[in-house]
């Protein structure tokens, strides 16, 4: 992530920034609870990206969904100018808030476009834009029990809890608004998706919607929520279809080439980080083999099985993290120091099935009937 020189160099500055303050700091400013062991960008990353390193990458958009947050905070708490804390979450890694999503029934702030800003980053050398950095990131933050916002964030997690969709929702139409303007600006090799909890459930669905239509975005997902009542009653009707269709099916004929949809579904792998102490997202590591093992390979891809086709994801699973269920489900994790990441070699079924309709072919549109000569 970066050098103990450059560690200790960033600690002074911190150190000295915190006692310029009197030592007055807010529990969620950058400088009190941000990440310890983190890079900021120099014109060293022109030559070797810090972007380039997975766990680099995890770090800052956690660090841009905890801005998201703080947004949303700050406005409830009336903060502005130089004592808002969302700006000191994203403005380090040179980035600039592009746009504000705004649910206007409350005029909560549930979600954030960033995008790289070049004045920032040349005042301090940076020429260009580092290579694996994306020109645009969309986070979209998770419930927050405070009254301005509850009814809504609530509605949604209901939304989620009955029907394991949040297409119904007006966020999920306005972040999807969002990410399909900044994709048409920057390309979408150049755009990243990121949410926690129910944020995350949104960030799924929305970069889903895009991946259907061609366009891949790269997707983290924090804590993403895996319960609800439609996925235990679907879970049920899927295991019999599987083995009535492992009853009735002829075996497949040699040769055939593979479906648009198959190839579509390899080509958009989101990226899933959870902690089995999290009951929220706990679905996520149960696996289709029976050991349910899990491995420190963190650029192995995970494919998952389904008659129908193939879909991929990645699964990261804290194997050293917290364990009480408040500190589980948190995001602050995602950027500690100490947490300790393994990829998941096995296939998760829940994302598998998620991701089906990726690589479900539709049905063909009934054929009409002919018409015989003097018919009527």
């Known amino acids: 992530m970066r050098s103990a020189d450059e560690g200790a160099a960033v600690e002074k500055k ?24 983190v890079s900021f960008p120099n014109w060293r990353d022109l030559f070797r990206s810090s972007w380039k390193d997975p766990n680099y990458k995890r770090v800052v958009i956690a660090c841009f ?54 004045a920032a980053a040349i005042s301090e050398l940076i020429v260009a834009r580092p290579g694996g950095a ?78 259907k239509q061609g366009a891949f975005v790269e997707c983290h997902l924090f804590n993403p929520p895996s319960i609800s009542l439609t996925a235990a009653v679907r879970n049920i009707g899927d295991t019999a279809a599987m083995v009535w269709r492992r009853i009735t099916s002829a075996p497949p004929v040699s040769g055939d080439a593979p479906s648009p949809s198959a190839e579509l579904s390899r080509s958009w792998v989101p990226h899933l980080y959870v902690n089995q102490s999290d009951y929220i997202c706990c679905l996520y590591t149960k696996f289709s083999r029976s050991n349910g093992d899990v491995g420190d390979d963190l650029g192995r ?35 500690s120091d100490d947490i300790e990441l393994q990829q998941a070699l096995d296939h998760s079924r829940l994302i598998n099935r998620q991701l089906r309709s990726l690589y479900t072919l539709p049905q063909p549109p009934p054929q009409p009937t002919p018409q015989t000569p003097g018919s009527i």
């Open 134 to 211: 994306p020109r645009a990131v969309l986070a979209l933050r998770g419930t927050l029990l405070t009254s301005p916002t509850i009814r809504r964030d609530l509605e949604d997690d209901l939304r989620f809890l009955g029907w394991e969709s949040l297409r119904g929702s007006t966020r999920y139409g306005g972040a999807l608004a969002a990410l399909k303007s900044a994709v048409e600006k920057h390309g979408d090799g150049n755009v990243w998706v990121g949410g926690h909890s129910l944020g995350a459930g949104f960030a799924l669905q929305v970069g889903k919607a895009l991946a």
């Open 301 to 335: 891809t995970i494919i998952a099985e389904d008659p129908g086709g193939s879909a991929a994801t990645r699964l990261f699973v804290a194997s050293k993290g917290p364990k009480r269920f408040l500190e589980a489900h948190g995001l602050q994790q995602w950027w």
């Open 65 to 118: 969904i905890q801005a998201a947050y703080l947004l949303e905070i700050d406005r409830q708490e009336k903060r502005t100018g130089d004592g808002a804390l969302a700006p000191k979450w994203w403005k380090p890694f040179k980035y600039k808030l592009a746009q504000a999503l705004v649910d206007e029934r409350d005029g909560s702030i549930y979600g954030a476009l960033f995008e790289w800003d070049l």
């Open 14 to 37: 911190k150190a000295a920034a915190a006692a310029a303050r009197g030592g007055d700091d807010h529990p969620y400013d950058f400088l009190v609870c941000g990440p310890r062991n």
